[in-house]
């Protein structure tokens, strides 16, 4: 059992700070763990109640006649000190502290003082202060304090995402839920007093539901560390970082918002570059990068044959993949002869390949059956407008069941009202990704690329 998993796995939870009040960071702790599938033992804790929710209350976690995997610590900061030194004499596992008012506001003696309990008494790991909770998908552990009649949360997936900031982490959390693609963890860790960036690495590279991992970062706690434990884990699975505070005038906010190390643009940049980690520049790339890692297998190579129905389409999308430093690719010439007998005359076979905008699905999967056979070519790049006339759901068929078997990263670009949407929806259930705009497209498959380079070079 790993160290880490009484925050994920708990059969015992005790809420500290439990409330029955409207509105309160208490009530929707409490809430969100009585509406869970788990079957857990539930213990509020609030000195100044009998019940909560019609649940038995105790007056501390020490009164509470069983043992203890996790407590969610929702006090006053002033209080936190007192409450965790009883979480370590009750031996509880692991506290997550959502309470804020510690470094992030220049509270030194406070955090000062709850750092010495905690490097005096490691039996008993900690999460925050002042973060967001925990989200596993695949047990549907909810430990955060959202509302979940305001929120979504993600299906299971083999993506997990770790947020110092809570706010910015539970926002996506529920955008995600309204994706195609699902998270197998959620982790917002705040201030880091405890549980770093380093440790939640070093767990997701041993955790078997995870196959890739997103992060945003204010900073890095232990910087030689966290280079040695995200080395390791890049050499198994792909890291995506979106690192806050990237330009001088952010640098100060980012210092700020979660007392964290914020250091320099070129530090963070050569410590992503030189461990593998893919760095991501905005929120759409974070999660873009992150599918697509998930998704596609490694290409031996940057060469892209873009497919389209579409001859503008085509050329705004070849701009993009130049622009990435990827190559267009070409057919050998035996390929090309082929293609040219099997395609009318109006089709000219180059790169992007535009099979003009007659195309139906019997064109198009000889284009990609053409291109994934094509040592010339690795990764394909298929363009399609819905809305022609001979484009209908046939080809969503084909494409799913052309991705079942291709050893090649095969991914779609489409944009549309909502036949477009419902057919993409149908393309990303059966496992095929699909994008929206050309540009995140291109840099999406320049972070596989990457990857695939890096793996390639380090092993």
């Known amino acids: 059992m790993e160290e880490l998993d ?86 509880v596992g692991g506290a997550i502290i959502i ?37 596993n998908s695949f047990n549907g552990l909810n430990s955060t304090f959202s509302e979940s009649r305001k929120m979504g949360y993600p299906k299971k997936g083999k993506v997990a995402f770790i947020s110092q900031s809570g706010a910015l982490g539970v926002a996506l959390l529920d955008w995600i ?23 939640l690495v070093e767990y997701f590279k041993r955790d078997k539901q995870t196959k890739v991992l997103a992060m945003y970062i204010e900073g890095v706690k232990k910087g030689r560390k966290f280079f040695k434990v995200a080395r390791e884990t890049s050499l198994r699975m792909p890291i995506v970082a979106l690192k806050g505070g990237m330009n001088k005038e952010t640098h100060n906010a980012t210092a700020s918002h979660t007392g964290s190390l914020a250091g320099s643009v070129e530090v963070y940049e050569a410590l992503f570059r030189q461990t593998g980690i893919i760095q991501a ?57 082929l293609l040219r007998k099997a ?19 019997k064109r198009y999967k000889q284009a990609i059956l053409a291109g994934l056979r094509e040592k010339k070519i690795d990764i394909l ?47 990303e259930r059966g496992g095929v990704i699909v994008f929206k705009y050309p540009s995140v497209a291109a840099k999406s498959i320049k972070a596989l690329v990457d990857y695939a380079e890096f793996r390639r070079q380090n092993h």
């Open 343 to 361: 395609f009318p005359r109006t089709v000219t076979v180059s790169n992007p390949l535009d099979l003009v905008g007659d195309a139906d699905d």
């Open 381 to 427: 790049l298929v363009l399609i407008l819905f809305n022609t006339p001979a484009i209908d759901k046939k080809i969503v068929k084909e494409l799913i069941e052309i991705k079942k078997k291709a050893k090649k990263p095969l991914l779609v670009v489409t944009i549309g009202s909502e036949y477009t949407i419902e057919r993409s929806r149908e393309l």
């Open 99 to 135: 309470s804020a008012g510690f470094a992030e506001i220049g509270e030194k003696k406070l955090t000062a003082e709850i750092q010495k309990i905690i490097s005096k008494n490691p039996g008993t790991r900690v999460i925050g202060p002042n973060c967001f909770g925990v989200y």
């Open 281 to 337: 520049y905005d929120l759409i790339d974070l999660f873009s990068f992150a599918k697509t890692l998930e998704n596609e297998p490694l290409p031996k190579g940057n060469r892209v044959l873009i497919i389209t129905n579409g001859g503008g389409y085509g050329i705004v999308t070849a701009d993009q993949v130049v622009g990435n430093c990827l190559k267009l690719a070409g057919f050998s010439r035996g390929n090309e002869k």
């Open 6 to 91: 009484c925050f994920f796995y708990p059969e015992s939870v005790a809420v500290i700070g439990a409330s029955n009040q409207p509105k309160s960071i208490g009530k929707a702790l409490l809430e969100n763990f009585f509406s869970t599938r788990l079957a857990i033992k539930v213990f509020p804790v609030n000195p100044n109640h009998a019940t909560i929710l019609g649940k038995k209350a105790f007056p501390s976690v020490k009164s509470i006649p069983a043992k203890v995997d996790l407590a969610i610590v929702a006090v006053p900061a002033k209080a936190v000190p007192m409450v965790l030194r009883e979480c370590i004499e009750k031996k």
């Open 177 to 199: 839920s309204s994706q195609e693609f699902g998270l197998s963890k959620f982790v917002s860790y705040g201030n880091a007093m405890d549980v770093d960036e380093s440790d």
